[in-house]
């Protein structure tokens, strides 16, 4: 098959471009007529190794959610679908989104199946969703599978969501608190300084640290800013090896209420994934493979791969769970009554359902907690500014 890229302008005269594959030039003018389109240039790509670009981040998750509901919904509906790309590429309004639409067209009317052309862009489509498209065309139950998968994204873009939003409150004021921080230190500061030393008054120790602090910020800034950049760069190399993932992952299973989350969101998110798969007729070793190539956590990644390991020796996947310390006793105990009774897709879908209630708990402890934190800090902050400040222009006036 051949690869043409084309210039053309829809039935509403609007122009369009995008990458075709047919057999002949003929036949990908065919293609494009089928669909209505008013053929400006069309031309083969010589170099057949030439990458199909879409963007690696141009595509977000959102986008990916509203794509798979609607496509599941009009699919569900009975329209074909080739019928159902179509229609979805005229509603939607985002350049990278329907250029991706027309390059998937393009390849399904070329007699690829869906999976496959949805297999070209791995930055987009993660496993997951890939093998319940492939087995929901082997079954003929896409549109079935697609409605699960649009609920399963959707579920997982609000739990994440859920989890970013603790952080912002936090991130807002800290960063509010720097910003003051830094112009007293390095504006007001220095101009009390100078009085300080004009009337030569014994300065306590809290305005004496501020000093300091203040004379070190205004003449090697510089030198912070690039020790700064110096240790996110090591650290995040430090990160990409393999003692550095072990020990980041530790440490981030450790941490007081956010370890508890850590660990809840990954089962939330891997348990969710398996009964997905398998309830979509995906083999069990090949679910727990994109499960736990999802991981971002080493230590659980390397979990679920050994339990892998088990379940292809023969053992039931219940065993290396409960074995396993890393995880609770009570996703070994859900998994073992879904093998006992055949049913475990539904026992992974509330194990799932019950973590995420639990994190969800944790969520609501935590912003609980981090608000009187912040606020101790920030009146720690102000005392002590006020302390640094204050006090010697008190001593400096009682002197008058």
């Known amino acids: 098959m051949a690869r043409f890229t084309y210039k053309v302008r829809n039935t509403q005269g609007k122009p369009q471009a995008g990458i075709v594959e047919a057999a002949t030039l003929k036949q990908a003018a065919a293609l494009l007529h089928d669909r209505s389109f008013f053929i400006v240039d069309l031309k083969e790509i010589k170099d057949r190794s030439l990458p199909l670009n879409i963007g690696k981040n141009t595509i977000s998750q959102n986008d990916l959610v509203h794509f798979t509901r609607q496509l599941s919904s009009m699919v569900t509906a009975g329209l074909t679908l080739i019928e159902a790309l179509a229609i979805l590429r005229q509603q939607l309004t985002k350049p990278s989104i329907i250029k991706l639409i027309n390059q998937i067209e393009d390849d399904v009317r070329g007699g690829k199946a869906f999976y496959e052309a949805l297999e070209k862009y791995p930055n987009i489509f993660p496993p997951a969703y890939l093998a319940l498209v492939r087995a929901g065309e082997a079954s003929g139950k896409l549109d079935a599978l697609l409605l699960r998968l649009a609920d399963n994204l959707e579920k997982s873009r609000d739990f994440r969501n859920k989890i970013r939003g603790i ?22 500061i220095p101009k009390l300084t100078s009085l300080y030393k004009e009337f030569d008054i014994e300065l306590p120790l809290p305005t004496q640290i501020l000093i300091s602090l203040s004379l070190f910020l205004v003449k090697f800034w510089w030198l912070l800013i690039i020790l700064a950049f110096l240790t996110v760069f090591v650290i995040l190399r ?13 440490v981030a299973l450790k941490l007081p209420v956010f370890g508890q989350l850590v660990a809840q969101s990954t089962i939330v998110e891997t348990t969710r994934t398996l009964a ?45 769970l ?26 992974l879908s509330k194990v799932s359902t019950y973590f995420e209630t639990e994190a969800e708990q944790a969520i609501r402890n935590l912003t609980t907690m981090i608000e009187p934190l912040i606020m101790v800090i920030l009146g720690l902050g102000v005392a002590f500014l006020v302390i640094a400040v204050l006090v010697p222009i008190y001593s400096l006036t009682s002197k008058f």
């Not at 912002?168 to 007293?184: D, E, Q, R």
């Not at 727990?288 to 053992?315: D, H, M, P, R």
């Open 167 to 188: 952080l912002i409150y936090p991130i807002i004021v800290i960063t509010g608190i720097s910003l003051v921080a830094t112009i007293v230190i390095t504006v007001v």
């Open 322 to 347: 409960l074995n396993n310390p890393l995880f609770p006793p009570i996703l070994g105990q859900m998994v073992a009554v879904g093998e006992q009774t055949g049913k475990q897709a539904d026992s």
């Open 238 to 250: 430090w990160k990409q090896t393999n003692t550095g993932q072990h020990i980041f992952a530790a």
């Open 276 to 320: 997905i798969l398998i309830d979509g007729g995906v083999p069990i070793l090949t679910a727990l493979e994109i499960a736990y190539g999802a991981t971002g956590n080493i230590l659980f990644k390397e979990a679920f791969s050994q339990a892998a390991k088990q379940v292809e020796k023969g053992f039931p996947l219940s065993e290396p």
